[in-house]
């Protein structure tokens, strides 16, 4: 079992950046793919970006690509979300999600393939 706690969020201006976090908790989290979605009100939760456990492995939706960077540190069991330049389209609440894998540079892009998740951050991007 892994317990994921997503932190970092807050209130931002258009164009400012925000850095989450998602510790976990509980079973090895270096053999854990991880990923982080985004759900805005009244909308289905959506793919942001993914990372293999080995870190050497990332994908990004095309709507954060160039903006967004996910990155892992597993000697301190977290995953990060770095955000620039954000739009007022980025809000929503962040969560982050693992699944465990055998295969060092896998990735997963979609809600069903995650076996974990966090209790999400808010963020909100003012114009």
């Known amino acids: 079992q892994v317990q994921l706690v997503e932190s970092g969020g807050g209130l931002v201006q258009a164009g400012g950046s925000l850095r989450l976090s998602c510790a976990a908790s509980?079973?090895?989290?270096?053999?854990?793919?991880e990923g982080w979605f985004r759900q805005a009100p009244g909308k289905e939760r959506e793919f942001v970006a993914a990372?293999?456990?080995?870190?050497?492995?990332?994908y990004y939706a095309d709507s954060v690509k160039g903006r967004f960077t996910i990155s892992r540190d597993n000697a301190k069991n977290t995953v990060y979300l770095q955000m620039n330049s954000l739009k007022p389209e980025d809000t929503a609440v962040y969560y982050c999600?693992?699944?465990?894998?055998?295969?060092?540079?896998?990735?997963?892009?979609?809600?069903?393939?995650?076996?974990?998740w966090g209790q999400g951050t808010q963020v909100t991007v003012s114009s």
């Open positions: 990372i293999s456990w080995s870190g050497r492995s990332t």
């Open positions: 509980g079973r090895t989290f270096s053999s854990y793919a």
């Open positions: 999600a693992a699944v465990p894998t055998f295969r060092s540079s896998t990735y997963y892009t979609t809600p069903r393939d995650y076996d974990y």
